[in-house]
């Protein structure tokens, strides 16, 4: 049987979407973490999880804490308070969590392991000390695999969330909740959650429920239930299928305005790369390379990212939406 999550007048009025960085954190880590392919992902997987390795965050605390086919606990997801909030003030909210609910999520996660592993244990023990090894770790993780793609990501959460509102204008709530997922519909003032095996009642669940399109999920959503915070819905995006197709690269309008070299540094920032790499592709010499990616910087085009000994550039969402506008 599907589990239903009862709404009244006052939860459909509470529903609402967010966009969630820890969220893309858990479930990207978790297909990395994996060890296995992925259809969509492959470009992204290929490119992070050698990164991910190097910084030994594939043998730390967030590979204790998301494993593979397994529970993530649920201080790591806290409610976005707004509809798009940073990691920062996500990070916060991890580390504020109260003891009692970190204990809680831990018990859960032993059961379904049969143990915990060493750094949890002393997390179990003092979660107000240790969380905060928790957090640098995860903003160690962002800056590697997240933080270059961002832009791309977030603009197709972005359209998912914008293409939803409008379901919700033209057709109304039901018709939306129908649309999320073939698992996930809705009837008799309930939402049925086709893939969900444990049982869902609002004293459980909360008010309200909090739609969060994600990139990574999966095939199928997740949710997450933590009163008195609102339930969380986590379900696959609408367009990740083509998230990381190549880009434009006649951009033949935008050289004319931006000049050439830096024209070509932005089409090959498809893929986030270092100053050394860019040189090498485009046979410019670093030094040029150095000054040009300067220029974009300040010009709001692209974005340094800190990967080890490196620094990655990526292409903001300025800068994909400039290219998009000149080769359509």
Same mark, same amino acid.
């Given at each position: 049987?599907?589990? &239903?999550? !009862? =709404?009244?007048?006052?939860?459909?009025?509470?529903?609402?979407?967010?966009?969630?960085?820890?969220?893309?954190?858990?479930?990207?880590?978790?297909?990395?973490?994996?060890?296995?392919?992925?259809?969509?992902?492959?470009?992204? /997987?290929?490119?992070?999880?050698?990164?991910?390795?190097?910084?030994?965050?594939?043998?730390?605390?967030?590979?204790?804490? /998301?494993?593979?086919?397994?529970?993530?606990?649920? =201080?790591?997801?806290?409610?976005?308070?707004?509809?798009?909030?940073?990691?920062?003030?996500?990070?916060?909210? /991890?580390?504020?969590?109260?003891?009692?609910?970190?204990?809680?999520?831990?018990?859960?996660?032993?059961? !379904?392991?049969?143990?915990?592993?060493?750094?949890?244990?002393?997390?179990?023990?003092?979660?107000?000390?240790?969380?905060?090894?928790?957090? &640098?770790? /995860?903003?160690?993780?962002?800056?590697?695999?997240?933080?270059?793609?961002?832009?791309?990501?977030?603009?197709?959460?972005?359209?998912?969330?914008?293409?939803?509102?409008?379901?919700?204008?033209?057709?109304?709530?039901?018709?939306?909740?129908?649309?999320?997922?073939?698992?996930?519909?809705?009837?008799?003032?309930?939402?049925?959650?086709?893939?969900?095996?444990?049982?869902?009642?609002? &004293?459980?669940?909360?008010?309200?429920?909090?739609?969060?399109?994600?990139?990574?999920?999966?095939?199928?959503?997740?949710?997450?239930?933590?009163?008195?915070?609102?339930?969380?819905?986590?379900?696959?995006?609408?367009?990740?299928?083509?998230?990381?197709?190549?880009?434009?690269?006649?951009?033949?309008?935008?050289?004319?305005?931006?000049?050439?070299?830096?024209?070509?540094?932005?089409? !090959?920032?498809?893929?986030?790369?270092?100053?050394?790499?860019?040189?090498?592709?485009?046979?410019?010499?670093?030094?040029?390379?150095?000054? =040009?990616?300067?220029?974009?910087?300040?010009?709001?085009?692209?974005?340094?990212?800190?990967?080890?000994?490196?620094?990655?550039?990526?292409?903001?969402?300025?800068?994909?939406?400039?290219?998009?506008?000149?080769?359509?």
């Amino acid at each position: 049987m599907p589990a &239903e999550l !009862e =709404f009244s007048a006052d939860d459909l009025a509470q529903m609402r979407f967010a966009v969630s960085p820890m969220w893309e954190v858990g479930t990207s880590f978790k297909l990395l973490n994996s060890g296995s392919g992925h259809p969509v992902h492959r470009r992204w /997987i290929e490119q992070v999880r050698p990164r991910v390795a190097t910084a030994g965050l594939d043998r730390g605390w967030l590979a204790e804490l /998301i494993r593979p086919a397994s529970y993530v606990p649920d =201080f790591l997801n806290p409610a976005p308070a707004g509809p798009a909030p940073t990691l920062a003030a996500e990070l916060v909210g /991890i580390l504020a969590a109260p003891a009692d609910r970190v204990r809680r999520d831990l018990d859960r996660l032993r059961h !379904e392991q049969g143990r915990l592993d060493t750094r949890l244990r002393t997390l179990y023990a003092q979660p107000s000390t240790h969380m905060a090894r928790v957090t &640098e770790e /995860i903003e160690t993780y962002w800056d590697l695999a997240v933080a270059p793609y961002w832009a791309r990501i977030r603009t197709v959460l972005d359209a998912d969330v914008f293409h939803r509102a409008r379901q919700v204008a033209e057709h109304g709530a039901v018709h939306l909740l129908n649309d999320l997922h073939t698992s996930v519909g809705w009837g008799d003032n309930a939402l049925r959650l086709g893939r969900r095996k444990n049982p869902l009642s609002r &004293e459980a669940a909360g008010t309200g429920l909090l739609l969060i399109p994600s990139a990574f999920t999966g095939p199928v959503p997740l949710t997450r239930t933590a009163p008195p915070e609102p339930p969380q819905l986590a379900y696959p995006a609408r367009g990740i299928g083509s998230l990381w197709e190549p880009g434009p690269a006649d951009a033949r309008a935008l050289a004319a305005v931006l000049g050439r070299s830096r024209t070509r540094l932005l089409t !090959e920032l498809d893929t986030p790369a270092s100053t050394t790499r860019l040189a090498q592709r485009t046979g410019l010499s670093p030094a040029a390379v150095s000054q =040009f990616l300067t220029a974009l910087r300040d010009a709001g085009l692209v974005s340094p990212h800190r990967a080890g000994r490196s620094v990655l550039y990526a292409r903001t969402a300025v800068a994909e939406a400039l290219l998009i506008a000149a080769c359509g």
